[in-house]
């Protein structure tokens, strides 16, 4: 390591004196001036990582549906997936050393995974429209440079595009071609071959308006629009050209505010879908001849995947184990049509993909999505094979739905579950709203409560029970005992400076006075700040 090289790089990128910051759920996030010395020293890591693992690391430069005044990054491991447990507390190590232990902290992190400084090292890097992020993306580059890492800069991708190359790269090109030009080949090519059987649905073309939340999935989309057969007709809005990034718009906007995102105009039973700001979720919706929204989320989108391969497998005498992976904030209602109608296994695990995916590994077959429409379904090598040997007797090979086999589908691509979920809504002849009428969501409400540390708050069973403070679970234990069909529960954010509060009861009265009692009750319990929160 050039110690001196080190040094005179990193006094360009310092760190704010007293600036503390954690690879959260998703990497780092924060307000994109926070974050230039932190990008810097994720370009050390992933060249560390890179040298670690002898492969290529991934980072992507992007705050997803984060405000576009905020960025973030996340590194991406050797198969596509997120960066391995043991290597983000290195990340908030390297983070948050002062500019001083900056060259004692690698040093240890070298001896700690064994890293040998002699091997090459090579990384991936992309990232999202925010204006910040080229900037923020150089100094990736300079961290990656000064550590002799070798660097191939694809600009501006979405986070899947990313994860795709990475996993391309280190499989020798068997998983595809590095390069978006791959990617739109490979992904167009699983569509096509999947939708040759279907029956069409009538309508001649499929039309799918889709909010692109101002960001890098209208760039990407709009490239992909060529490789895509003339039956699939997508209409590009919100595309970045006028408004701003995320605002009032995107996946997480629909999916929080339950309601349509601006700059999309919507007629009734059309059938519509928004991704984020860096395109790895997705959510569908429409609004009824009455003129009522109606939210198709990630658990609607899992359970209509599920059914679709539940038949498949059925029809070709397959018994591959399959599951359905949730979070706690998945709709109580979809849990149960999963379990008791489609009989399908459903586990619940800790937010954030990658702990959705590592669950769904467990399966020969695991469909994973959390209710905000991030997700993908994993496939084991045994499931592959059996696919290909089934391929003649079904003529739909399993293959073909699964755009990401065998390895990166390690994460949600809004692009390629749009592309799984129009054709299964084309090979069963399904329109949008007998889609959405597989089951009634309960009604449900998702708060938030700023508390002056909201570590104090820990959990346990999948976060579904607070163990800390002393007293919350009673009294939220209390408080849900009040209502019909109710549950709720309490957890730190891992991405936000926020406690997260989820209810759900009979009615959406009820389930908005339950949501706003419970998160009196943190606030009272956790050390809230500002002032009490007020009913909705
Ligand atoms: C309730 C909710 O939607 N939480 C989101 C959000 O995590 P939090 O830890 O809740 O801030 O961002 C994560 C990263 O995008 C995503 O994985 C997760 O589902
Ligand atoms: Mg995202």
Known sequence: MDFEALKKYSALHPKPARLTLQYGTAGFRSKAEQLDHVMFRMGLLAALRSRATGSTIGVMVTASHNPEEDNGVKLVDPLGEMLHPSWEEYATQLANAEEQDLQKTLTEICQKAAVNQQKDASVFIGRDTRPSSKKLSQAVIDGVSVLGGQYHDYGLVTTPQLHYVVCCQNTRGQYGKPTLEGYYQKLSKAFMELIKKSPGSGEGQRHLKIDCANGIGALKLSEMQPYLPKEVLVHIYNDGTKEKLN??????????????????????????????????????????????????????????????????????????????????????????????????????????????????????????????????????????????????????????????????????????????????????????????????????????????????????????????????????DALVKKYKFSRAFVRPSGTEDVVRIYAEADTQENADALAHEVSLAVYHLAGGRGAPPQPL
């Open 247 to 476: 605002h009032l718009c995107g996946a997480d906007f629909v999916k929080v505010h339950q309601k349509p995102p601006k700059g999309l105009d919507m007629k009734p039973n059309e059938r519509c879908c928004s991704f984020d700001g860096d395109a790895d979720r997705i959510v569908y919706y429409y609004t009824d001849t009455a003129g009522h929204f109606h939210l198709i989320d990630g658990d609607k989108i899992a359970t209509l995947i599920s059914i679709f391969l539940k038949e498949l497998l059925a029809k070709v005498g397959q018994t591959l184990k399959m599951a359905v992976i949730q979070t706690a904030y998945a709709n109580g209602s979809s849990t149960r049509y999963l379990e008791e109608t489609l009989q399908v296994p459903v586990h619940c695990v800790k937010t954030g993909v990658k702990h959705l995916h590592h669950k769904a590994q467990e399966f020969d077959i695991g469909v994973y999505f959390e209710a905000n429409g991030h997700g993908t379904v994993s496939t084991s090598m045994q499931c592959i094979i059996s696919a290909a040997k089934t391929y003649k007797k079904c003529q739909i090979s399993l293959r073909m739905i699964l755009p990401f086999p065998p390895c990166s589908q390690t994460v949600g691509d809004a692009i390629s579950d749009m592309l799984v979920i129009e054709a299964i809504l084309s090979l069963k002849g399904l329109t949008v709203h007998q889609w959405d009428a597989f089951y009634t969501d309960f009604p449900n409400r998702l708060l938030k409560v700023q508390v002056a540390d909201r570590q104090v708050i820990d959990t346990t069973d999948a976060e579904r029970r607070a163990v800390t403070p002393p007293g919350l679970q009673e009294k939220i």
